[in-house]
């Protein structure tokens, strides 16, 4: 069996942890820090108020990294790095995040995916959404 190979798209550093964008063949577009072995789905992560407190989490409620200690402005950094929305609980969240609000990320994808269109054209932007990462960021148009 071969293992899945993932490529680093962007990095960051907040709150003194390194926060990078990966593509990867299984998983699709990844937020990933090794300081706490966080790994969350791109198109299926936020940022939710949970009882323990604000926590980066994928499909709903599955806390990935407890963000609690960052201050304010660090969750805001966050935030805007890799265009999460926020939500004050669990039932407002989304299954799937619609993205029309990409910033950052959303460029270092596009830049990342046309210097490297063959990986990118290969690889699911999300192992539950059928469309590879270059076909997201660089829709046809319509003729």
């Not at 407890?66 to 969240?93: G, H, M, P, R, V």
């Amino acid at each position: 069996m071969r293992i899945p190979k993932s490529y680093d798209i962007y990095s960051t550093k907040i709150a003194g942890v390194k926060f990078s964008l990966i593509a990867h063949e299984v998983y699709g577009v990844i937020i990933h820090s090794s300081n706490f072995y966080c790994r969350a789905e791109l198109m299926h992560s936020s940022i939710v108020e949970l009882k323990e407190g604000w926590c980066l989490v994928r499909f709903r409620s599955e806390s990935v990294m407890n963000i609690a200690s960052f201050t304010e402005n660090e969750i805001k950094q966050l935030k805007n790095e890799f265009s999460l929305l926020s939500y004050k609980n669990e039932f407002e969240t989304p299954f799937t995040n619609t993205y029309s609000n990409f910033n950052v990320s959303s460029n270092e994808i596009s830049r990342w995916s046309k210097r490297h269109p063959r990986i990118a054209k290969r690889i699911r932007v999300s192992p539950y959404i059928n469309t590879s990462i270059f076909d997201f960021f660089h829709p046809t148009s319509p003729s």
